[in-house]
């Protein structure tokens, strides 16, 4: 059984541009969910997918986009890039019973280290 | 908003040592509780999952507890060892929301 994985792990962009981070779920799961943790911070609820569909957000502004695709993998896309969008995000995978229950135990990736010059 | 809350921020114990980390959040309408263990530029290892019914779980030498009443839940390590070195997160899942609740960690260093 694999678990969460991320790409790319690291990367450095210059403000202004657009981003696109990738997560592949655990084997199983179905829920995805998106984390921004900044240096020395817990981190910060961005937004859930569950059945391609947003399913919950928490306060970022529209720049910060997302899908899951039918294989429920997940992108992250961040546009008009800030500097204090450098961070560490980290997706989070978890099962979810079809009558759509709530979300249980979360897994963890690794994380992409995105720095924003 | 649910605010969680972990103290104390940094803790430095000899190797051998038990220890108590500390977690508290201000709406006890939860979920569930998890704790997690993170690596510096790393991401996050669940350790414990505590369900709102529960009042503890324990996983070898860790042993987390839960008062959903009061709002605190503590992390307890037994013989600590250098390898424990690591910053310590707990979370909070609301019964109204899909997205856990952080707190921003304790950095445990275990001195050999």
């Known amino acids: 059984e694999t678990g969460v994985t991320q790409s790319p792990t690291h990367l450095i962009k210059t403000r202004g541009q657009q981003v696109t981070l990738r997560c592949s779920s655990q084997s199983g799961h179905n829920t995805v969910s998106w984390y921004q943790q900044a240096l020395g911070q817990g981190p910060q609820f961005i937004f859930q997918?569950?059945?391609?569909?947003?399913?919950g957000r928490g306060n970022f502004p529209p720049r910060f986009s997302g899908l899951q695709f039918p294989n429920y993998s997940s992108e992250l896309n961040v546009n008009a890039l800030e500097l204090d969008d450098s961070a560490l995000y980290l997706c989070?995978?978890?099962?979810?019973?079809?009558?759509?229950?709530?979300?249980?135990?979360?897994?963890f990736g690794e994380g992409s280290r995105l720095t924003v010059l | 908003k649910q605010e969680v809350t972990q103290i104390p921020a940094a803790l430095s114990v000899p190797e051998g040592e038990n220890l108590v980390l500390n977690c508290s959040f201000t709406d006890s309408a939860i979920y569930n509780l998890q704790w997690f263990r993170q690596d510096p530029g790393k991401g996050l290892t669940s350790l414990l999952l505590i369900q709102s019914s529960q009042r503890e779980q324990t996983s070898g030498r860790l042993n987390a507890s839960l008062d959903k009443s009061s709002g605190r839940s503590t992390l307890y390590i037994a013989a600590s060892q250098p390898g424990d070195s690591a910053t310590y997160l707990c979370a909070v899942i609301g019964t109204g929301a899909n997205n856990l609740f952080f707190g921003t960690g304790t950095r445990l260093t275990v001195i050999p």
């Open positions: 997918y569950y059945r391609e569909e947003e399913n």
């Open positions: 989070a995978s978890s099962p979810r019973g079809l009558a759509g229950g709530r979300t249980g135990e979360l897994f």
